[in-house]
């Protein structure tokens, strides 16, 4: 679905051109904006492998299996319906810990599957359980202490000071969390 609006954009854009007489500035804008395009990819995939690299060094070293262990009375709270030492509870903390870091990429996979490991729990394979929904809303939500897409980005910009939204960005983060948690706990009570 996404490639067809994709493509109507793309279209939409030529065809404007064409009727603009604006054709020589749409193919400066392409040339310009591709040059843009690579310089942003080398730099995330520069954060990227650092981050990743250091997720996976958490990951060796046991330190996601102990915040995973100090999270514990955390997860109890948020996810009652799942058994103590489900295989799930490892993943959930494991895109936790990733999406407090601002590593998306990295949760992801550990999100996926923490998902699988929920449906085995799941009596009704076409219904998402309350822990599913919980899961979910947490991931969409995630509080972040450094959101670093955004620090990428804003040095890629020439921002003098890239790192000042983490501040703004840390409150915004746990207050979409904490009201996404609410109205979870809060939509359980009615079903």
Same mark, same amino acid.
């Given at each position: ?43 995330? @995939? =520069? ?5 990743? +690299? /250091? %997720?996976?060094?958490? $990951?060796?070293?046991?330190?996601? *299996? ?36 601002? @590593? =998306? ?5 550990? +999100? /996926? %599957?923490?998902?699988? $490991?929920?449906?085995?729990?799941? *009596? ?44 703004? +960005? ?22």
């Amino acid at each position: 679905m996404l490639n067809f609006i994709w493509a109507f954009i793309i279209i939409i854009g030529i065809i404007t051109s064409l009727f603009t007489n604006n054709i020589p500035l749409m193919t400066n804008s392409i040339v310009e904006n591709s040059k843009e395009s690579v310089n942003i990819c080398l730099t995330l @995939l =520069g954060n990227i492998c650092i981050w990743s +690299g /250091l %997720m996976k060094i958490a $990951e060796d070293s046991g330190m996601i *299996k102990y915040l995973s262990v100090k999270m514990k009375p955390v997860l109890k709270f948020l996810f009652p319906e799942i058994p103590e030492n489900h295989k799930s509870l490892e993943y959930i903390s494991t895109n936790m810990i990733a999406n407090i870091l601002g @590593l =998306g990429w990295a949760a992801t996979p550990a +999100g /996926l %599957m923490a998902m699988k $490991e929920l449906q085995t729990l799941n *009596k009704n394979k076409e219904v998402a359980t309350k822990s599913m929904c919980m899961f979910m809303i947490i991931n969409m939500s995630s509080i972040q202490l450094i959101n670093v897409n955004i620090l990428a980005y804003r040095a890629e910009f020439g921002s003098k000071n890239p790192s000042e939204i983490i501040g703004a +960005g840390i409150v915004a983060t746990i207050m979409s969390t904490v009201v996404a948690v609410a109205y979870v706990k809060i939509r359980e009570k009615w079903y």
